[in-house]
């Protein structure tokens, strides 16, 4: 019986140090693998765009029509000056887990880049690069560049950070935190979680536009 | 469990050392490309979305 107890207490022992060791990995992937998925996933949705925009005008159709949008499909890039001048990621359609983990993600259904109404990005704080990283420190006066194939638009943030709670939807309505009301703004609303690591609230940035330059005079970020 | 495996292996303790070492890295590389990059995208920690 002693015998067996032991050898029982051994294989349970070796079991769970095992597993010990798979979720150390899991950690490590997570961190570090998803910043490798994402950092070559940007690199084809960068090039994919760069192809789109020096050819034809296919895509312009699809951005005045937000249904044509597909899941997964970068449409734009951002930039954002004071996250340093390397900073720059391509803006695929949703907000899935799967679309994520490609890049920050256009919430469907609000509106597109330079357009009346509400243009909302939501990106992971970490993993997958961690691109929303210090969206926190974003202050008023700060500036976001949108490219599209039409031109870059510029939004300038007006205030501070805030935090929400996770199914505060109405941040995302086109006149922000006023659902049903018409929209005469153009408006865009970065958003990321807070704490990091978890789902326990969303911090979020607002901006207005002030400029669109058409892509003729299209300037770097 | 790894007394089992280890007398399972045929050889001497040289070839059953490399076939261990070969199982082990075939079991890291399945988690590392196969099983993680699943579970990330259904496991979710660090939530941007709203709704």
Known sequence: MHVSVRLYLRISGEILMTLGVVVLGFMAYMYWGTAMREGSAQQTLQSELGHQWSGSGQSLAALTSPDSLALGKPFALIRIPSFGSKWQFAVVQGTGLQ???????HVPGTALPGGIGNFAVAGHRVTAGNPFWSLPSLRSGSLVYIETVAGTYEYKVTGKPAWVSPDDTAVLAPVPDHPGRDPRRRMITLITCDPPWTGTSRVIVTGVLVRALPRAQGIEG | MYGWIWRRLPGGSGTRALQLAVILIAASLLLWYVVYPWASLHLSFDQAGLG
């Open chain 1, 99 to 105: 679309q994520l983990a490609l890049g920050p993600g």
